[in-house]
């Protein structure tokens, strides 16, 4: 009997005799009381016996049966043979035609699946891989018939082999042929037949075939093609680095029969992207918690960390930075160490990088090409969380593609560029501790010969005592103390340096009461900044220069600056480029950014290739000089300059123009400006402003130009994509046809009175707000998604679309609509009318079910019928005096989680509130008061304890006395109006309260 209980399935021969065994018929018994429960399966085969003669024991089985009639156990042997024979089976007479061999075949097939499909144990380690599992099983169609391939990319050591083994062993059980080939790469590279050989094995391991061999990569491709057309294949191929190895193991779905799945492992997104595979999964890295789960369990056998570990543990973890190899390396060699061994490690870790980390990373570095392995060094080492444009132009200065090289290293894992609109280049703290790790063990007592220099004590040590070399190419320097002098002259043997970054933020040193260095000493002894100009150096070799807080008043006299790219002077002390009224040409200059409040003038002669122009807080600039015409200038942009006139007749080729603030009262455009994309005008006293000929126009800012009575456009704005005006004095507005704007924005533009829109067909966010409107036709605007009206207070009318289908959010302030018709907005998920004081009607044509949040404060309605919101979640009812009637079904209130209706019904404050049962608090919306305070959790209704709704908490203030409202809420209940049925008549049980 033990061994039934330990079984899995049970399968149960019924044959003439079988009823003639009471053994049998207790083994039966216990069968069938061990299928009752989910852990075991019984499946009944009728050898020579129908299921009806084991059912009802007749015919042979029932005259096996009649010796035991008698017996004590004959009733429950009966009823399990009843059980077993309505249990589904098989029948040898009914399958294979009766042929015995086929019969047990098919049995055995049946019975290997299931116990193949037996849940697979996802190992103690593997922290985090269950939903990580589940994400790819939901989204790969394994339900459907076509071939799918499936992408796994990530970080070297970041969990993809482990994530692909862990779905191999889960699924595999489904595929009629299975192959899990490790590492593509290292043996396709290992010899001119490792395609070959991986061929053979992906053959011998789907067919079970160990006779099969290939002869040549292209022999091999045909053979695939046609063995396997026939088979349901699970196919994963690990760490794959090139498309010729793709293209040799799952060259064409077609190779595979339908319902076949390949998975696909690799850190180079464009070898899936080049094979067409559609389905890529990123391998996250583990959170905080998942580390520290992960990490103990190497580290301490466990869950947590051992007492007095915790701190240690969290050390360790974030040096980690959520890489799985990292975590186990660490956990298996400080497993049993003590306390100090652990100190002493972590240490260690801060100058000597994990090794076997730093080789699993390192193997995505060396398949690049020199230019991206140049490339990936300069942004580990350099730009980390640098903007992409500022590190394209700093890289594009070097004479590097660096676009593509950006894309390729992104591809391959090696760094991320952030979703957000400045798009921030950042990588794993690993690997730029690989890229200084490369940089460095050439040379590694020697760091005047590094290539790139970050570190600041090395720096310092190599400027003072004049050790630098032509090894050096780049300095990014973030100095404690700083001594300006000693650090340029220092520069003098660096001359290939290509990339200087310095960022002072100990410009003054009269304060300094302390000298703790050399360096400082230096800086004390030369009275702040008193000495000889000529000791001022930059290496000409010099392509990207930026120094935050530059102290002097111009660039060395010695520096020609011919080959410099980008020169990036924030808050610098400097007044005018070169000193003396020399002229210098900066030949290759396309960046120039410099901001501080010294510069009077800029003589834009000097730079005949600048491309980009960036000037801020220059109070006393008052001439902004060009001599010839700046063909090649793309973008100006001004923050704060004193200049009163500005004439940019002489650059017709601008991209981009922003001002912001200063004095400006003149401002001439080229006639004809047909790059022109963006033109954003902030707090400026222009009184006119004509943009000429811009057909190219996307973007038009005009901000708090409260002075500005005039706009002429040479055209119409065909392309113009977003429209924002704010402070504008206009009394109308007509800025013609616009079949390309996406968004307009209108704010304190107080006087405009008249506003005219054409049609606009992907215009879909209008946000106005402070406008003089008596009236809004937005009937052309068919595809509004949102739109918002703040403190149009003489709104009178709102014509919006008949149909407006992807209409998702209306919000109103201060308006004075009577009547607000939606028309068919069959979208629309919030609707938000706050202070809409005159407003007593709202016209809905269809039921509104998606809308889940609905704001009417104030209104001045009588009733509020809700019939048409089935789907609420919000309902914000606050201060409306006049509210008498709430027609609320029940169903239309099932999910509502935050009720207010303060002020209404004659109540002070009155809210409903789901409970968070993460906090056991209640929505932090709740308002607590001076006044008589109950409240009241319906957790389980007592007239409804089956109900499903959501639990509902409401606090209800009044001034009687408790035990009064006590007696009231049991009256409520009493007469069944509980808050899980009738919600229309809730409000009236409520106001019982009162009496």
């Not at 037996?118 to 599992?133: A, H, P, Y």
């Not at 640098?386 to 391959?412: D, M, Y």
Request: a neutral charge; one cysteine or more; glycine letters at 6%.
């Amino acid at each position: 009997m033990g061994s039934i209980e330990a079984s899995k399935y049970f399968i149960i021969v019924f044959s003439k005799n079988y009823a003639s065994s009471s053994w049998c018929l207790d083994e039966l018994v216990k069968i069938m009381d061990c299928h009752k429960t989910t852990k075991h399966t019984a499946y009944p085969v009728f050898y020579d016996v129908e299921p009806s003669e084991v059912r009802k024991q007749s015919g042979e089985v029932g005259e096996a049966f009649a010796r035991h009639k008698k017996e004590e156990a004959a009733g429950k042997w009966r009823e399990a043979l009843k059980e077993a024979a309505d249990l589904a089976g098989w029948e040898l007479k009914n399958t294979a035609n009766g042929h015995e061999a086929k019969f047990i075949r098919q049995i055995i097939e049946k019975l290997s699946l299931e116990l193949r499909s037996i849940k697979v144990c996802i190992g103690k380690n593997l922290v985090g891989m269950e939903t990580r599992i589940n994400d790819i099983i939901s989204s790969s169609g394994m339900a459907s018939d076509d071939v799918s391939m499936i992408g796994i990319i990530g970080i070297g050591g970041g969990g993809k082999t482990t994530l692909a083994k862990t779905i191999f062993s889960k699924i595999s059980f489904q595929f009629e042929g299975k192959a899990f080939i490790e590492n593509v790469r290292e043996v396709s590279n290992a010899s001119l037949s490792g395609l070959e050989l991986l061929q053979n094995k992906v053959l011998s391991n789907v067919l079970n075939d160990k006779g099969i061999h290939v002869g040549s990569e292209c022999e091999g491709k045909n053979m695939m093609s046609w063995m396997m057309r026939g088979r349901k294949v699970l196919l994963v191929l690990d760490d794959v680095d090139h498309l010729d190895q793709l293209e040799a193991l799952a060259g064409d779905p077609n190779w595979f029969k339908p319902g076949s799945m390949i998975i696909i492992t690799t850190r180079d997104l464009q070898v899936l992207v080049a094979h067409g595979v559609k389905l890529i999964h990123n391998v996250n890295l583990l959170s905080d918690k998942e580390a520290i789960w992960l990490f103990s369990r190497y580290a301490f056998g466990k869950e947590i960390p051992s007492n007095g570990y915790e701190e240690l543990s969290r050390e360790v973890v974030c040096y980690a930075a959520g890489l799985p190899l990292t975590i186990k390396v660490l956990g298996s060699s400080l497993c049993g160490k003590s306390k100090l061994e652990w100190v002493d490690a972590l240490a260690r870790l801060k100058t000597i990088p994990l090794e076997e980390t730093q080789k699993k990373l390192e193997l995505s570095y060396i398949g690049l090409d020199d230019d991206y392995k140049e490339i990936f060094l300069d942004v580990a080492t350099i730009m980390k969380g640098w903007q992409k444009e500022t590190a394209i132009i700093a890289l594009e200065s070097r004479g590097f593609h660096a676009r593509i090289g950006l894309r390729v290293l992104e591809q391959t894992s090696l760094i991320t560029i952030n979703d957000d609109f400045d798009e921030r280049v950042g990588l794993h703290d690993h690997l730029e501790e690989m890229a200084k790790n490369i940089i460095c063990r050439s040379h590694p007592d020697m760091p005047n010969q590094h290539s790139r220099l970050w570190n600041y004590k090395e720096i310092e040590n190599i400027l003072v005592n004049d050790l630098g070399t032509e090894a050096t190419k780049g300095i990014h320097f973030f100095p404690l103390r700083f001594n300006a002098k000693v650090f340029m002259n220092g520069l003098r043997k660096m001359k290939e340096l290509w990339f200087l970054d310095v960022v002072d933020l100990h410009l003054n040193l009269e304060n300094d009461k302390l000298v703790p260095n050399f360096l400082n000493a230096l800086g004390f002894l030369c009275c702040n900044w008193k000495f000889n100009k000529v000791s001022l150096y930059f290496p000409n070799s010099l392509r990207y220069l930026q120094w935050y807080n530059y102290p002097f008043r111009s660039l060395p006299e010695t520096f020609e600056a011919n080959n410099l790219v980008a020169l990036h002077m924030a808050n610098s002390g400097i007044v005018q480029l070169w000193e003396g009224g020399e002229r210098k040409v900066f030949n290759k200059l396309k960046f120039l950014f410099l901001s501080g409040p010294n510069l009077r003038s800029l003589d834009l002669g000097l730079a005949p290739n600048l491309e980009t122009l960036r000037l801020q807080r220059y109070g006393g600039l008052v001439e902004l000089y060009m001599p010839r015409e700046c063909l090649k200038l793309r973008s100006l942009e001004l923050f704060d300059v004193k200049l009163r006139t500005l004439d940019l007749g002489l650059t017709p080729n601008l991209e981009n123009l922003l001002l912001v603030s200063g004095d400006m009262v003149e401002l001439y455009m080229p006639d004809r400006c047909l790059n022109l994309r963006s033109l954003n005008v902030d707090h400026s006293n222009l009184r006119t402003l004509d943009i000429g000929l811009t057909p190219n126009l996307e973007y038009l800012v005009l901000r708090s130009c409260y002075d500005l009575e005039e706009l002429h456009m040479a055209n119409e704005c065909l392309k113009l994509r977003s429209l924002y005006l704010r402070g504008l004095k206009w009394r109308t507005l007509d800025f013609g046809p616009s079949p390309n704007l996406e968004r307009l924005d209108l704010h304190k533009c107080t006087s405009l009175e008249k506003f005219h829109i054409y049609e606009c067909p992907i215009l879909t966010c209008i946000d106005i707000s402070n406008l003089k409107l008596r009236t809004l036709d937005l009937r052309r605007v068919p595809n509004l998604s949102k739109l918002s009206l703040s403190e149009c207070k003489v709104l009178v009318n709102l014509h919006l679309p008949h149909r407006c289908l992807n209409l998702r959010t209306i919000k109103f302030t201060n308006s004075w609509l009577r009547i607000f018709h939606l028309g068919q907005t069959p979208n629309l998920e919030e609707l938000d009318l706050v202070k809409c004081d005159y407003l007593v009607e709202i016209q809905v044509v269809d039921e509104c079910n998606k809308i889940v949040s609905l704001g009417l404060d104030h209104l001045k309605s009588w009733t509020l019928d809700l019939g048409l919101t089935p789907n609420l979640k919000k309902l914000h009812l606050k201060e409306c005096y006049y509210l008498a009637q709430l027609h609320a079904p029940m169903d239309c209130l099932k999910n509502v989680v935050y009720f207010n209706l303060n002020g209404c019904l004659g109540f002070r404050s009155l809210f409903f509130n789901r409970r968070d049962d993460t906090s056991g608090r209640v929505h932090e919306s709740l308002e607590v008061g001076p006044l008589a305070e109950l409240h009241f959790t319906l957790e389980r209704c007592p007239l409804h304890p089956d109900n499903n709704f959501p639990d509902f908490e409401f606090t209800c203030f009044h001034k009687e006395d408790i035990p009064s409202m006590t007696r009231g809420i049991e009256k409520l209940i009493s007469e069944g109006q509980c808050a899980c049925t009738k919600f229309e008549t809730f409000s009236r049980s409520i106001c019982g309260l009162q009496r």
